[in-house]
């Protein structure tokens, strides 16, 4: 208790700010994919999977690229200021985006949203490493990341209680964002040196951000880290981009139904979009669960390893994890997958930041930090291809059900939902639409996704490795 008593109000004020950020966004978030290629009559826009995955992956990675800027902005104007903005913007975005339903609407408002949470970010890590000190760092970000997990796991367990209409979802969010206008009243702004009070001009300032930018890419071996974990974070971002709807697509989720249903009937009744069916969001969120239960287990096991070494292991187990997860329909199968790539992600996510710490040249460890959010943003780019065309083509039933029709010279009404589509596909063959799915699955194969997702990985890890033989001469001797 004594630790705990040297933290300053404001530690504990940005943590539950940070928690409440968080529950707002996987609020929302872990329910997105879903709700853009949702079936209309479920309350979905019915996008194809590569307009998710565009939109998902170039949002979601512009998030990643603007807190180089964002960071400068809270700088100069100060953190309260650009919180409150933040906040704003969160709000009103959250508000707004359930209104509109053509594409390109809906892509402007999430990158608005994206620009909320830009500004957000790097103010919320900045006041937790000042009102820390060398001793209380470790368990002063300790807590941070645990309040990022509790957040991104009530979240969704909150928001799927109102997906009966998809706009609820998004006031839930707005609603849990706009505590931190509330919060914001405790909030003291952590103080700023001179140096850090910028004098000159914001485009100067931007200017100064995108010459220190020049300079990282002439450090080659940073560069070629950054390059390598950009595949790691393609594959990690997939359990937001495509599980969820993989899940609903393809997994029969009657088991864990009937196991709620018996043993935890509040699960069952509040988190089953249909009777015999769990909701995929739901079912994804037990990785949020697991952190929460095993990343202090795992973090004292891997404490002592290397931060490649761990790296590289965690990212081979996170990969089969992964791959797992799209490989069956048995969900019992596939919770058992998202606990591999859940162990996997708790070995190797927190040593990537504790590994660009230990290479940056010591004058320019703040810099270096600043721009480990590059393979998180080339990771979503990426991701984005994966989860959109990629996914299309290979395991995509609304578009699997399609070529079926046309194969089989189905003649179908124009202007169904892609749930009534399937249905009357179904009655056409003379099928229920569960062995409709199961013979889509026997003849396309959509698991093959699985192939593609453990190359990314083991690809990564692989280059890791390299990497590490390579490198491992020129870092050895910093230890002695």
């Known amino acids: 208790m004594s630790t705990f008593s040297k933290f300053p109000r404001t530690f504990w004020v940005a943590n539950v700010i940070e928690l409440l950020e968080r529950w707002a966004w996987y609020g929302f978030f872990m329910l997105f994919a879903n709700y853009l290629t949702g079936s209309s009559d479920m309350g979905g826009l019915e996008f194809s999977q590569s307009q998710k995955g ?117 006031y839930v969010s707005a609603g849990i964002i706009a505590l931190n206008f509330i919060m914001l009243l405790f909030y003291k702004e952590p103080g700023r040196d001179e140096k850090e009070k910028n004098q000159d001009s914001l485009m100067k300032t931007f200017g100064v951000i995108f010459r220190n930018m020049s300079s990282i890419v002439k450090d080659t071996k940073f560069l070629l880290f950054l390059i390598i974990i950009a595949g ?105 997958a998202i606990l591999v790539f859940a162990l996997g992600e708790m070995a190797s996510s927190p040593k990537i930041t504790e590994y660009i710490g230990r290479i940056a040249p010591s004058d320019k460890k703040a810099l270096y930090m600043g721009y480990s959010f590059i393979p998180v943003c080339l990771g979503n ?17 609304v578009t699997l059900t399609r070529d079926f029709a046309v194969q089989k010279g189905l003649q179908i009404q124009d202007g169904l939902s892609t749930n009534a589509y399937f249905e009357e596909v179904a009655r056409q063959v003379n099928l229920t639409p569960h062995e409709l799915t199961n013979l889509l699955w026997d003849t396309y194969h959509p698991s093959r996704l699985w192939m593609v997702l453990l190359a990314i990985g083991l690809i990564a890890a692989l280059a890791l490795f390299i990497y590490n033989r390579i490198t491992s001469k020129m870092i050895e001797p910093e230890s002695h």
């Open 54 to 170: 565009l939109l998902m992956g170039f949002g979601t990675g512009i998030l990643y690229f603007l807190p180089v800027l964002t960071g400068a902005i809270a700088d100069k104007y100060g953190y309260r200021k650009v919180l409150f903005l933040a906040f704003c913007i969160y709000t009103s975005a959250f508000l707004l985006l359930p209104l509109f339903s053509s594409y390109v609407a809906v892509f402007l408002m999430y990158l608005y949203l994206a620009i909320g949470a830009a500004l957000f970010k790097p103010v919320i890590s900045a006041t937790i490493a000042k009102t820390t000190t060398e001793e209380t760092s470790s368990i002063g970000f300790g807590i941070f990341y645990m309040m990022v997990n509790i957040g991104a796991f009530i979240g969704p367990m909150v928001t799927l209680l109102f997906k009966g209409s998809s706009h609820l979802i998004f």
């Open 381 to 397: 780019f990426m991701a984005g291809y994966i989860s959109g065309g990629v996914y299309q083509n290979i395991s995509d039933k």
């Open 232 to 336: 790691f974070w393609t594959m990690y971002h997939q359990l937001f981009f495509t599980l969820p709807v993989f899940i609903t697509q393809w997994v029969d989720t009657s088991a864990l139904y009937n196991f709620f249903s018996v043993y935890i009937p509040f699960f069952s009744a509040n988190y089953s979009p249909a009777p015999g069916v769990m909701d995929a969001e739901f079912i994804t969120n037990f990785d949020a669960m697991y952190i929460i239960l095993f990343q202090i287990m795992v973090s004292s096991i891997v404490m002592k390893m290397k931060p490649l070494n761990s790296m590289i292991s965690g990212i081979i187990v996170c990969s089969f994890g992964m791959a797992l997860s799209f490989a069956s329909q048995n969900v019992l199968f596939t919770i058992v």
